[in-house]
T-cell receptor
């Protein structure tokens, strides 16, 4: 069974700090990796995707991928209270995305 | 505006009843998916369809059925065989199976069994 693992949290950071979210996956053949943000009661929305080893930056968000270690992370710089949400890591396995259980982030002002 | 429309947003069902959740997309996407989300459980794949008149079971298909008679529509029926159907159901679609694989989600349907 292909698996995606995340620490459920909650991860609590003060406003302005860097939040670091981590994810590991079991399928070595996975090629595409995604981070979705989900506010309570809402549907997930895509914030980052990454395919190649290394870092990918988009505004305050940086995704990091290490295929050898089967590890993908998301850094959120200058965290804001509006970033408080559940962050879902997803890995493309064949024709579907496999999701982790999500990490809940709480940013305090 | 293009997007995915799910209905109803909230649905209450008595035990033993079948219910059908609607999912319609006007994005001209090829593949469509149904996920179930329980508190603290992330998203689990129920069924998916890559082309019209074809669909495959996901990890938790038991007690559910789908159809894909039109490219735009992928309804999900929750049957009485589903032991614990109370959950948040999400429909999603992808343009193709190409490089990005970005899933677009509908707003979800919350089903409660009384």
């Amino acid at each position: 069974q292909k698996e995606v693992e995340q620490n459920s949290g909650p991860l609590s950071v003060p406003e302005g700090a860097i939040a670091s979210l981590n994810c590991t996956y079991s399928d070595r053949g996975s090629q595409s990796f995604f981070w979705y943000r989900q506010y309570s009661g809402k549907s997930p929305e895509l914030i980052m995707f990454i395919y190649s080893n290394g870092d990918k930056e988009d505004g305050r968000f940086t995704a990091q991928l290490n295929k050898a270690s089967q590890y993908v992370s998301l850094l959120i710089r200058d965290s804001q209270p509006s970033d408080s949400a559940t962050y879902l890591c997803a890995v493309k396995a064949g024709t579907a995305l496999i999701f982790g259980k999500g990490t809940t982030l709480s940013v305090s002002s | 505006d293009g997007g995915i429309t799910q209905s109803p947003k909230y649905l209450f069902r008595k035990e033993g009843q079948n219910v059908t959740l609607s999912c319609e997309q006007n994005l001209n996407h090829d593949a469509m998916y149904w996920y179930r989300q329980d508190p603290g459980q992330g998203l689990r794949l129920i069924y998916y369809s890559q082309i019209v008149n074809d669909f495959q079971k996901g990890d938790i298909a038991e007690g559910y059925s789908v159809s894909r008679e039109k490219k735009e529509s992928f309804p999900l029926t929750v049957t009485s065989a589903q032991k614990n159907p109370t959950a948040f159901y999400l429909c999603a679609s992808i343009l193709g199976q190409g490089y990005t694989g970005e899933l677009f989600f509908g707003e979800g349907s919350r089903l409660t069994v009384l």
